[in-house]
């Protein structure tokens, strides 16, 4: 299958600062990447969805200036956590999904990246 | 708006018990389903895919069947083994590239 690497896979972060994390389709060019967010014992929640090239579509409740979504070109997108404060603890995983045309793709996940802002 | 059930949030069974996982949507116009396995503070990785027009997916141990009129999803784990215990969600996509939406999990403990 397809493979999505995120990093970093941990991050620990005092509060106030900004966090970057990072996601790339390796062996395929994705139009779409979405972030989730998952907290202890919860499912996925669905933050963002990113298309290439154009502004990031954010869900209710989620602060689109708290997190910036850029997704510059068909194999990398980044989530960045401006401002970090403790309740943005969190596990963060994004999700790609292959260009047009391969509508019936499974969806490829990123190893997830661990926020713990202190 | 499309919300994703999982019963029951937890199970508990010996090792080589045959088990069932169950999914449910309220929204049966979905595009796929697809069921993950998801192991403590780790990624996850993806089970079986169930198109909307197929019945069922079958890998190795594992069995997914999948019925849109009534909203539900079954995973069949035939055998169960003490690696098999993790965190199994199931997640539907309404239309063709939208965001997946997922139901809370089932945490499975097999013991041996």
């Known amino acids: 299958g397809a493979v999505v690497s995120q990093h970093p896979s941990r991050v620990i972060c005092k509060s106030g600062t900004s966090v970057k994390i990072e996601c790339r389709s390796l062996?395929?060019?994705?139009?779409?990447m979405f972030w989730y967010r998952q907290f202890p014992k919860q499912s996925l929640m669905l933050m963002a969805t990113s298309n290439e090239g154009s502004k990031a579509t954010y869900e209710q409740g989620v602060e689109k200036d708290k997190f910036l979504i850029n997704h510059a070109s068909l194999t990398l997108s980044t989530l960045t956590v401006t401002s970090a404060h403790p309740e943005d603890s969190s596990f963060y995983i994004c999700s790609a999904r292959a260009v047009a045309g391969t509508e019936n793709t499974e969806a490829f996940f990123g190893q997830g990246t661990r926020l713990t802002v202190v | 708006k499309q919300e994703v059930t999982q019963i029951p949030a937890a199970l508990s069974v010996p090792e080589g018990e045959n088990l069932v996982l169950n999914c449910s949507f309220t929204d049966s116009a979905i595009y796929n389903l697809q069921w993950f396995r998801q192991d403590p503070g780790k990624g996850l990785t993806s089970l079986l895919l169930i198109q909307s027009s197929q019945r069922e997916q079958t890998s190795g141990r594992l069995n997914a069947s999948l019925d849109k009129s009534s909203g539900r999803s079954t995973l069949y784990i035939a055998a169960s083994q003490p690696g098999d215990s993790a965190t199994y969600l199931c997640?539907?996509?309404?239309?063709?590239?939208?965001?997946?939406?997922f139901g809370k999990g089932t945490t499975l403990s097999v013991s041996s």
């Open positions: 062996d395929f060019q994705a139009t779409t």
């Open positions: 997640a539907v996509r309404s239309q063709a590239g939208t965001a997946l939406i």
